[in-house]
Protein backbone atom coordinates (compact mmCIF):
# COMPACT_ATOMS: atom_id res chain seq x y z
CA UNK A 1 0.00 0.00 0.00
CA UNK A 2 1.37 3.28 -1.24
CA UNK A 3 1.12 6.38 1.18
CA UNK A 4 -0.76 9.11 -0.83
CA UNK A 5 0.86 12.38 -0.11
CA UNK A 6 -0.32 16.01 -1.58
CA UNK A 7 1.18 16.88 -4.73
CA UNK A 8 3.68 19.39 -4.16
CA UNK A 9 3.86 20.54 -7.99
CA UNK A 10 0.25 21.03 -7.76
CA UNK A 11 0.11 24.74 -6.07
CA UNK A 12 -2.42 25.40 -3.45
CA UNK A 13 -3.73 29.11 -2.20
CA UNK A 14 -2.21 29.84 0.59
CA UNK A 15 -4.27 33.62 1.16
CA UNK A 16 -7.63 34.58 1.11
CA UNK A 17 -6.42 37.56 -1.72
CA UNK A 18 -4.83 34.02 -3.62
CA UNK A 19 -8.26 32.22 -3.66
CA UNK A 20 -9.93 35.49 -4.49
CA UNK A 21 -8.05 36.01 -7.54
CA UNK A 22 -8.87 32.55 -8.53
CA UNK A 23 -12.33 32.16 -7.92
CA UNK A 24 -12.80 35.47 -9.49
CA UNK A 25 -10.90 34.00 -12.66
CA UNK A 26 -13.04 31.50 -13.08
CA UNK A 27 -16.33 33.62 -12.39
CA UNK A 28 -14.89 35.52 -15.64
CA UNK A 29 -14.45 32.29 -17.54
CA UNK A 30 -17.84 31.02 -16.95
CA UNK A 31 -19.72 34.65 -17.15
CA UNK A 32 -18.03 36.35 -19.98
CA UNK A 33 -20.61 38.98 -19.78
CA UNK A 34 -18.69 40.30 -16.19
CA UNK A 35 -16.26 42.62 -16.90
CA UNK A 36 -12.85 43.39 -14.71
CA UNK A 37 -14.49 46.09 -12.47
CA UNK A 38 -17.37 44.15 -12.37
CA UNK A 39 -15.42 41.39 -10.68
CA UNK A 40 -13.33 43.37 -8.57
CA UNK A 41 -16.51 45.21 -7.46
CA UNK A 42 -18.02 41.18 -6.05
CA UNK A 43 -18.70 41.50 -2.51
CA UNK A 44 -19.48 37.87 -1.99
CA UNK A 45 -21.52 34.66 -2.64
CA UNK A 46 -24.90 36.57 -2.75
CA UNK A 47 -24.00 39.65 -4.61
CA UNK A 48 -22.38 37.35 -7.07
CA UNK A 49 -25.87 35.84 -7.25
CA UNK A 50 -27.85 38.84 -8.03
CA UNK A 51 -25.31 39.97 -10.53
CA UNK A 52 -25.66 36.56 -12.42
CA UNK A 53 -29.28 36.86 -11.94
CA UNK A 54 -29.36 40.32 -13.40
CA UNK A 55 -26.76 40.05 -16.42
CA UNK A 56 -28.40 36.22 -17.30
CA UNK A 57 -32.09 36.51 -17.04
CA UNK A 58 -31.91 33.16 -14.40
CA UNK A 59 -33.61 32.48 -12.11
CA UNK A 60 -32.46 32.99 -8.31
CA UNK A 61 -32.76 29.31 -8.06
CA UNK A 62 -30.32 28.54 -11.07
CA UNK A 63 -28.04 31.63 -10.76
CA UNK A 64 -27.87 30.01 -6.64
CA UNK A 65 -27.26 26.58 -7.73
CA UNK A 66 -24.62 27.38 -10.29
CA UNK A 67 -22.63 29.83 -8.33
CA UNK A 68 -22.12 27.13 -5.42
CA UNK A 69 -21.27 24.92 -8.04
CA UNK A 70 -18.51 27.26 -9.13
CA UNK A 71 -17.71 28.47 -5.63
CA UNK A 72 -16.91 24.69 -3.94
CA UNK A 73 -17.25 25.93 -0.70
CA UNK A 74 -14.82 28.85 -0.98
CA UNK A 75 -15.71 32.24 -0.59
CA UNK A 76 -15.17 35.51 -2.62
Known sequence: MTNVTSN???AKPETAAE???IVLK???AKWGKFSQQDLSALKGKDDLVNQVVA???LE???AQRDVDALLKGRQI
Do not use: I
Open 8 to 10: PSV
Open 19 to 21: TRQ
Open 26 to 28: EVG
Open 55 to 57: KYG
Open 60 to 62: RGQ
